[in-house]
């Protein structure tokens, strides 16, 4: 539509989308200042990539893959050091459980007093889910993308996004579940 | 997607066939959750629950856990719109450029062949004119276009051409030299904040950019603001009314009596100092040093906020001629200082109101408009980080009343957002001193971001520094005094610790003195409006 002669359909595409990237980059970087970068920069690539939109396919799906090849390109710059993980790999290892370290991505007070335990562990268990499951969980879980555009997405077979669904699923419930029982032994303990 | 019956055990526990093939992997009640296959299998699935609690019990749990999860979001910051509002600003510019439908291609030629047609039988001297004097016909059948596209066209022996503006017909507005040069300061003052260290005064500038406000509020504000400063000071001639706005606020009636002692010693050395720097023939000497700069402008402030007397008239009078003699030659923190009193004056007498506008303009343009020195080699002097934090404060307080002078609102606020953003700057660089905080406070407290708690937690910052305890730098203490109006947050506590300013030492200097006088003028001079309020 913006471009068929109607400049204000972008102005639509950014009301639409806002708030849904912003959330969608911050649960991938656990930044605010950055995820709305990355939501301006991808609103700044549709524009620019809406000369090469076709339009017989779906506008979510267009928006989904920019996005996704943006939050790629950008984790790719950020990483601090080369990552060596197999596709099979769920988890980081305990060891590389902290890998980030962005300028800005550690919670100020306010969040940290905000951030209640539950919050802080949530957060834990995603950030240490692998990017490739992390990205499938987002997309499916939050971002509510079928499994097929999920695929179509990523470029990978739609079973390997199944598998990684799982995998994810699993590994969060065991990460929380053994948060809890930490958070419940150190409370005995304490009492005791 | 197929259904194993046997589905119940995990893919893996950290390994899982990664190029499986989508009909190998069973289903999960995740799958379930988000309802992800076709009907039949969403279906299949649901009736494969319900005849296996061990899988219900399993949907419930990872219920719980999408649950928890979905939690998981971010409120955007107050700046994100202003970011997106940037794109789509873009955006606008991008389609004209790019998808705008274009003139057709025969069009260029035709046009062009025309253009070419008609300069040739102007510089042959064809006249046009007499074509349609002696064709009266076609004249009266062409009617009113014709004659307005030749009425402007005038075609005499020294071949002068004026082009009736009604001949040019363009398909967009076009862009006039002010709005290209603006355009181009805004690109290369983009260009410079992008190398700042800190994104203070780049956010401030994007943020004024974008923030267009209402544009009558923003007229009519300075001007209301202007009308009350000269009412109220016509209020305050009044002792009575100086005395009751005193004791409205527990302050004793005793404080007037030497605020009034001081104005009238202020006037007198004044007009000393004016008389110094005046010689015999009347000219005034060209170099004003810092010192007599403020003495002069912080007396003419001191003396207005005094209340009028006629004492203390011609002190008044001389002190606002002698600013507007000096100010030609002031520039950057010396022309906020000059302009301090000059503001004040033209507010309650309308002295001055010219050079006011004149060098309020110099004072914007100062900061927006790109140098050889301003923003491509440094940056301007208002916004560097050697400026008094006391003096930006003031320049604030200055600019917010400049519209009443017929200077762009929008282009003032866009000054003051980039001062404050300098001053925040200071902040995060650790420099939380209270004059930074009067200072925002002060001059831009209706910039503070009120969402972010920005203005509560400088006032509550601003408490911990006594105002006896900031003694003698009294030009802080007034900032503090007159930017907490009635009625805001700790402002009883503030009124209590203001009233013992009275039993310390005097200041030795004019400046000093004029800022101690302000100090305990505040209850009825301090807050524009609140006389009036309370006279009735």
């Known amino acids: ?192 | 997607m197929s259904l194993h019956p046997n589905s119940n055990q995990h893919p893996n526990n950290g390994a899982a066939d990664e190029s499986a093939d989508h009909d190998a992997v069973a289903w999960q009640p995740i799958d379930l959750l988000l309802k992800q296959g076709t009907p039949d299998e969403v279906t299949a699935m649901r009736n494969e629950v319900n005849g296996n609690p061990r899988k219900a019990l399993e949907l419930a749990d990872t219920i719980t856990l999408v649950e928890q999860f979905r939690l998981l979001s971010v409120k955007a910051s107050p700046e994100f719109a202003g970011k997106l509002q940037d794109v789509v600003l873009h955006s606008d510019r991008f389609y004209r450029s790019h998808f705008q439908p274009q003139s057709p291609a025969w069009l260029m030629p035709i046009v062009s062949g025309l253009a070419a047609a008609a300069t040739f039988l102007l510089l042959w001297g064809f006249d046009v004119a007499q074509v349609w004097r002696s064709n009266p016909e076609l004249t009266a059948v062409a009617g009113h276009e014709i004659r307005t596209s030749l009425s402007g066209m005038t075609i005499g022996d020294d071949r002068q051409i004026d082009v009736g503006s009604e001949a040019a017909v363009v398909d967009e507005e076009p862009i006039s030299p002010e709005q290209a040069s603006w355009e181009r300061a805004v690109t290369e003052i983009l260009a410079r904040l992008d190398k700042e260290t800190t994104d203070n005064l780049r956010d401030a500038f994007r943020n004024g950019m974008n923030q267009n406000g209402d544009a009558l509020k923003q007229w009519l504000d300075p001007s209301n603001a202007m009308v009350l400063l000269r009412l109220e000071h016509e209020l305050r001639a009044s002792a009575d009314v100086r005395v009751r706005a005193l004791r409205s606020r527990g302050a004793l009636a005793e404080v007037d009596d030497l605020v009034q002692e001081l104005a009238d010693g202020i006037a007198d050395e004044m007009q000393r100092v004016v008389a110094v720097q005046t010689d015999p023939e009347g000219s005034s000497q060209l170099h004003v040093s810092d010192e007599e700069l403020n003495n002069i402008s912080w007396g003419v402030r001191a003396l207005i906020a005094s209340g009028s007397s006629a004492y203390r008239a011609n002190a008044l009078r001389n002190g606002g001629e002698w600013l507007a003699r000096h100010v030609p030659q002031l520039t950057g923190e010396r022309l906020v200082i000059a302009l301090s009193g000059l503001v004040e004056l033209a507010a309650i007498s309308g002295q001055h109101f010219e050079a006011v506008a004149e060098h309020g303009q110099r004072l914007v343009d100062d900061v927006l408009q790109p140098s050889d020195e301003n923003w491509r080699r440094r940056l301007p002097d208002l916004l560097a980080g050697h400026a008094a934090a006391g003096n930006l404060g003031e320049a604030g307080r200055i600019l917010a009343r400049l519209p009443a002078f017929g200077i762009a609102p929008q282009r003032c606020k866009l000054v003051r957002q980039l001062m404050l953003g300098q001053l925040r700057d200071r902040r995060t660089t650790a420099q939380d001193r209270p004059e930074v905080l009067a200072a925002m406070l002060y001059g831009c407290g209706d910039l503070l971001d009120e969402a972010t708690g920005e203005l509560d937690r400088i006032g509550w910052q601003l408490l911990r520094w006594k105002p006896t305890r900031l003694a003698p730098d009294f030009g802080t203490v007034q900032q503090i005094a007159w930017s907490r109006a009635p009625g805001s947050r700790g402002y009883t506590r503030l009124q209590r610790e203001l009233r013992q300013l009275a039993i310390l030492p005097m200041p030795d200097n004019l400046a000093g003195r004029s800022a101690f006088l302000m100090c305990l003028a505040t209850n009825f001079a301090g807050h524009v409006g609140s006389l009036l309020l309370n006279d009735e």
Request: aromatic share 10%.
């Open chain 1, 1 to 192: 539509m913006y471009r068929d002669g109607e400049p204000q359909a972008f102005r639509q595409l950014v009301d639409l989308y806002r708030d849904r990237m912003l959330q969608f980059f911050y649960r991938l970087c656990w930044d605010r200042q950055r995820s709305e970068d990355l939501t301006q920069d991808l609103f700044l690539k549709l524009m620019l990539g809406s000369k090469r939109y076709r339009p017989q396919g779906r506008m979510a799906t267009f928006v989904y893959r920019v996005a996704t090849n943006l939050w790629i390109d950008h984790y790719r710059q950020q990483r601090p050091r080369p990552r060596f993980y197999s596709f099979d790999q769920v988890v980081h290892a305990n060891d590389d459980s902290a890998p980030r370290q962005y300028a800005g991505d550690d919670p100020t007070p306010d969040e940290q007093l905000s951030d209640g335990e539950e919050r802080a562990a949530m957060r834990q268990a995603l950030e240490r889910l692998t990017e490739p499951h992390r990205l499938v969980f987002e997309l499916a879980v939050y971002q509510e993308r079928p499994y097929s555009e999920i695929s179509d997405l990523l470029d990978i077979p739609i079973g390997t996004v199944k598998s990684r669904m799982h995998n994810a699923v699993h590994a969060l419930k065991d990460m929380l579940g053994s948060a809890e029982r930490d958070q419940s032994q150190q409370r005995a303990g304490g009492a005791g």
